[in-house]
């Protein structure tokens, strides 16, 4: 297959197509979106070397096709494609100290720090999901390594959460000894396990996990789970 | 000999498979041919050597994707 020219097309629901066949150089495309076909067909006929069929014969097959998954999977599955933004990017969290603060997201939450483009001092951390936290020292920001004696965590105050497969999750419990924060009954689909950490800025973190049972209702059921 | 175009697909796909092959067909009128086994395979065809022939045939390949 390789040097021919690699179509992928998808519907609604596919998240990483563009990981399908990295070896591969292809172009993806979303067989509901009218646009992205059109472009698509577009290639098709360079590559092929002939004229573009009427336009009015892509919008038509669009349109079947949006009420074949519509059938198929409902109203909703299309609509949720319909979001304009396709997810978080970065977050980005001023910090004091660089170095105390890449060993606190390197050395203890065990991110994995990432290539950064720039030469200003901070540091990136990669997330499986392709999002990111960037790091940017500012040596003005007030000294708040006392903080852990003055405050307390609001979990209702601004936050980021991280999500963790749930043996680690049981793993970090134990580390740490926090058993009795475990739910008494993890079956529950409407209880969370979930913490809150400070980082070395006082910045609060949530670390969340479902159980395997909550996962099951999630995927088999679209159950409206964190 | 026009441009020929491998269709992959699921068989969970396969009317979707089918509107695909339609629309290149009816669409480059001729200038594309495809191979979409939901319409070319026949009953007591070598499925396997049938489609990795056309594999190696095609000058481009269409992978539909779905969740």
Redesign the interface.
């Known amino acids: 297959m390789a040097g021919k020219p690699f179509y992928i097309l998808t519907t609604p629901g596919v998240k990483h197509a563009n990981l399908v066949s990295p070896m591969l150089d292809h172009n993806t495309a979303m067989l509901t979106d009218g646009e992205q076909f059109k472009g698509f067909v577009e290639e098709l006929s360079k590559a092929a070397g002939v004229s573009l069929p009427p336009y009015q014969q892509g919008t038509e097959f669009v349109e079947a096709t949006l009420g074949i998954l519509k059938a198929e999977h409902g109203e909703e599955f299309i609509q949720n494609e319909k979001y304009f933004f396709e997810g978080i990017h970065h977050i980005n969290l001023p910090v004091r100290d660089i170095n105390d603060s890449i060993r606190f997201y390197r050395d203890f939450l065990l991110l994995k720090e990432i290539v950064r483009p720039f030469t200003f001092e901070g540091a990136w951390f990669g997330l499986p999901s392709g999002q990111h936290i960037h790091l940017v020292e500012d040596k003005n920001l007030p000294d708040r390594s006392d903080f852990r004696k003055k405050e307390n965590i609001n979990p209702k105050g601004c936050h980021f959460a991280l999500r963790v497969e749930y043996s680690r999750w049981k793993a970090i419990m134990d580390e740490l000894d926090f058993k009795d924060l475990i739910p008494d009954s993890p079956e529950e689909a409407v209880k969370i396990n979930q913490i809150y950490i400070f980082d070395p800025d006082c910045h609060v973190i949530e670390i969340n996990a479902l159980t395997p049972e909550q996962l099951m209702l999630k995927v088999r059921e679209n159950r409206q789970l964190p | 000999m026009?441009?020929k175009?491998f269709i992959s697909f699921t068989e969970a796909?396969k009317?979707?498979a089918e509107?695909?092959n339609a629309?290149?067909a009816?669409?480059?009128?001729g200038?594309?041919s495809t191979y979409c086994s939901a319409v070319d395979m026949r009953a007591g065809m070598k499925w396997k050597e049938e489609i990795q022939a056309h594999?190696n045939n095609?000058?481009?390949?269409?992978?539909?994707?779905?969740?």
Not at chain 2, 26 to 29: A, K, S
Not at chain 2, 58 to 67: G, K, Q
């Open positions: 026009g441009y175009v796909d009317k979707i509107g695909l629309f290149i009816r669409g480059f009128r200038d594309v594999l095609s000058d481009a390949i269409v992978c539909l994707v779905t969740p």
